[in-house]
Nanobody, 115 residues
C-alpha cells in the first residue's frame, strides 16, 4: 500500500490550495479515505473523510464551508480543495486509509499559510 501526497506549499491568508493523494497497492474504490493534519506541538487531527462511493463526507468543524474532499476512483486519487486559508491551517497534511485492521499513512505534505 502506498499513499503519495502532493500540492502543499506556501500561500497567503485567504488563498487556496488543492492537495492530491495518489493511492496504490489496494482496491481504492472500496475504502474510505481521509485527510489528517498535524501542526507543530499539536496532536494529529482529522480534517475530512470521504466514504467509498464518494457521496458521504465528514469535516472537522474548523474547516466546514472552506475545505472540500473529493475522490476519483478511476484515478485512485483523493483530493482536498482548501479555500479561504487561515494561518491556523498551517500544518503537515496526511492522507490516510484503514482496512483489515491496519492504518496506512502517506508521508505528508506541508501547508504553510502566512503573509
Amino acid at each position: 500500500v502506498q499513499l503519495v501526497e502532493s500540492g502543499g506549499g506556501l500561500v497567503q491568508p485567504g488563498g487556496s490550495l488543492r492537495l492530491s493523494c495518489v493511492a496504490s497497492g489496494f482496491t481504492f474504490s472500496r475504502y474510505a479515505m481521509s485527510w489528517y493534519r498535524q501542526a507543530p506541538g499539536k496532536e494529529r487531527e482529522l480534517v475530512a473523510r470521504i466514504f467509498s462511493g464518494g457521496s458521504i463526507t465528514n469535516y472537522a468543524d474548523s474547516v466546514k464551508g472552506r475545505f472540500t474532499i473529493s475522490r476519483d476512483n478511476a484515478k485512485n486519487t483523493v483530493y482536498l480543495q482548501m479555500n479561504s486559508l487561515k494561518p491556523e491551517d498551517t500544518a503537515v497534511y496526511f492522507c490516510y486509509t484503514y482496512f483489515y485492521g491496519v492504518d496506512y499513512w502517506g508521508q505528508g505534505t506541508q501547508v504553510t499559510v502566512s503573509s
